[in-house]
Each structure stands twice: as C-alpha cells, then as structure tokens.
C-alpha cells in the first residue's frame, strides 16, 4: 500500500469541496430564470456525458445484466430512498440528485481508474491533479443547481479514489480495456438516467443502480473464464 499516494486524492477532494462551496454560495445569488437555464444546461450535458461514456463499450449484455443485477440489489436495500432521508434531514430536497450526479462525474470514468492506480503504484498524480481541476470547475456548476448534496460527494471522491490508490497492485486490472470500458459503459447509463431526472423527463432512482459498479467487473470476470 503506497500511503503517500493518497495525496493526489486528498486534493481532489479538497477540489470539489471548494468549488461546491463556491457553488452553493453563488446559487443564492441566482434568479429563478437564470437557475432554470442552469438547470437545462446541466441536464443536457449530463445526457452528452453519458452517451460518451456508452460509446466504447465492449459486450453490452454485461452492461445489461450489471445494471439488471445491481438494480436488484439497490432497491432491495433501498439505497435511493436513504439518500433522500438524508437529504430531507438536511432539508435539501436536491440532495439525493446532487450527491449521485457528482460522485458518479467525478468517480466513474478512465481518469480517476486509471490515475488513481497510477498514483498508487508509481507515485504519480499528474492524471488525478488534471482531474482535480475540472472535477473544481464542474463542482461549481453543479452545486449552483443542487447544493450541498455536491459538497457531500467529496468525501466520496476521497474514500474510492483513496481505496483504489491504497489497493493499486490489487485492482490494477480495473485499468485493462476489457474491464473498465464496460464499467464506464454502466455508469454512462446511470448519467443518462440522471438527466431524465434533471430534466423532469423520469425520477429513474438512479442510486439504485450503483450496486451495477461492482457487478460490472465480475461479470466480466466470469465472461473471460468461460472463455
């Protein structure tokens, strides 16, 4: 375990905690008219997130049975209707939105995978302090829209990309495009259903799905021994 590669993490997560702060801060100071065209704008950008995310997939009926599966497991153990809980204790009705958005921006995809792994095993955190950067920017738009539910997904950041720096060694093949353009592929669907939320299109209890994440590797896992 490289302890001293959990710096690149902890400032990712500093990065996202400044910028939802300055985020909430700004919302507000928003009109009504001008968060409503916050709002579309991050919607439809959220809907082009996703489908890039989609594009490379390698075997979508891992993608279907992961999402299937973890599905499953989510509503069984409820796990959308807790975020809203605590969000409702925080009086913030966007929480639930605004934490699963941000964290499945700032964790799912090749940066935080394969940065995070090459924080741990080589002590470089170049890939990761590019990401802080955006991850910054993007936190500030989100928040201004969702609040303090953006804020909250910092810890996030820090407990995944910190747990894959700590375990690189262990999860190095998560880095392999066999394995992680279907695991992108299965968050990618989970932002799409994000902006039928945001966009009042569908409420798809995204959070439900976040089970599909594990479910992901695995089944590819199975798919290459049969093989």
Known sequence: MNIAGLLPATVN???????????????KGISDKYKRILFFAVGLSTFGIGIKMILEVNNFLIVLFSMAFGGLLGEFFDIEGKLKIIG???????????????????????????????AGLKGDGSIIYTKSLLDFISSIVLSSTYGIGVMVSAFSVLVVQGAITLFAGS????SEPVYLNDLVAVGGLMVLGIGFRILEVKDTWVGNFLPALIFSPFLTFITLLLK
Do not use: H, Q, R, Y
């Not at 997560?13 to 919302?27: E, F, N, P, Q």
């Open 13 to 27: 997560s500093v990065a996202v905690l400044i910028g939802s702060s300055v985020g909430t801060l700004l919302k």
């Open 88 to 118: 409702d204790k925080m009086k913030e009705g966007d929480f639930s939105t605004g934490f699963v958005t941000a964290s499945l921006l700032f964790l799912v995809g090749p940066m935080t995978i394969v940065g995070s792994i090459t």
């Open 171 to 174: 999860l190095k093949f998560l």
